[in-house]
C-alpha cells in the first residue's frame, strides 16, 4: 500500500532574525523535531528570504548534495574553488561538498529581497571531489508539463548530483492534470507546493504544503488553481 507523510506549511519550523527569514520542513539549526529529520535522501528543505545586500558569510560543507533554486531576486554565490557566480529566477545551482567545500552566499542587490530554496540531499558516494554546476530553465517549458531540471546523470536533462534522485518542476493552469511516474524503484517523492493549490493522489495541498510518498509507482496531479509544484524523488535510504 502506498505510504505518505503530509507537512502543512504552518507546521514548519521558524527563524526569523531580521535579515534572514527561514521556514524549515525538516530539522535544520534551532529547529529539532524526532519526526522530521528527513525524507528518505532528502535532509533539508529551507524556504529562505534574505534580505537587500544581506547573506550567509563563508562556511564550510562536506559530503551533502547541495541544491539552489532562487524563486525571485538574485543570489551571489562564492566558494573555496575559487567559483564566483550570480544565481537568478528560472536558474537551479548544484554544489557536491564531497571531500569538503566552503561558500557564501548572499543577496545581490542592495534594494530588494532574494527568496530562494535551499537543499540537501545526502549523496550515495562519500568523499568525492568538490564540484560546482548551475544551469538555466525557460519557463514556457515547464508550463503545463514536467520540466526535469536535475538527474543523477551529466547526460541527462538538467543539473547532476550524486544521487539517483530526479527534480522536476512544473507550471500549471487550473484544471491541468499530469501524471509523474517514478524513475526508480524503492524511490519515494517529495511534493513541494511553490503556489496555488493541487491534489496529489487526492490529498489537497496549499501554498508551501509537502507532501511525502512512498511504495507508490505514480503521483497523480491536479491543479486546482493555477498552481507551481517541485517534485523531489529521492531513495528512501532503507
Not at 74 to 101: C, K, N, P, Y
Not at 122 to 142: C, G, M, T
Amino acid at each position: 500500500m502506498p505510504q505518505s507523510v503530509l507537512h502543512r506549511a504552518d507546521t514548519r519550523g521558524h527563524a526569523n532574525h531580521g535579515w534572514l527569514n527561514s521556514y524549515h520542513t525538516f530539522s535544520f539549526a534551532g529547529y529539532h523535531s524526532s519526526d522530521r529529520m528527513h525524507f528518505g535522501a532528502l535532509r533539508v528543505l529551507n524556504d529562505d528570504t534574505v534580505a537587500g545586500g544581506m547573506g550567509f558569510g563563508k562556511h564550510p560543507h562536506d559530503n551533502m548534495e547541495i541544491i539552489s533554486i532562487p524563486l525571485f531576486g538574485d543570489l551571489e554565490h562564492q566558494d573555496s574553488t575559487g567559483r564566483q557566480a550570480v544565481i537568478r529566477e528560472g536558474d537551479v545551482q548544484v554544489m557536491s561538498a564531497g571531500t569538503g567545500i566552503a561558500h557564501s552566499e548572499k543577496n545581490h542587490n542592495p534594494d530588494k529581497e532574494v527568496k530562494f530554496l535551499q537543499i540537501w540531499v545526502f549523496p550515495n558516494q562519500r568523499n568525492v571531489a568538490p564540484r560546482y554546476a548551475q544551469q538555466s530553465f525557460k519557463a514556457e517549458d515547464r508550463r503545463n508539463k514536467l520540466q526535469q531540471v536535475l538527474s543523477p546523470s551529466p547526460d541527462d536533462e538538467g543539473v547532476w548530483i550524486h544521487q539517483d534522485a530526479w527534480f522536476h518542476l512544473t507550471d500549471l493552469d487550473a484544471g491541468v492534470s499530469l501524471e509523474y511516474a517514478l524513475k526508480q524503484a524503492g524511490n519515494g517523492v517529495y511534493a513541494f507546493v511553490l503556489e496555488g493549490n493541487v491534489t496529489i493522489n487526492e490529498q489537497a495541498l496549499h501554498r508551501r504544503d509537502g507532501l511525502g510518498l512512498w511504495e507508490v509507482e505514480k503521483l497523480t496531479i491536479k491543479a486546482d488553481a493555477t498552481a507551481q509544484l517541485l517534485l523531489m524523488e529521492v531513495p528512501m535510504l532503507g
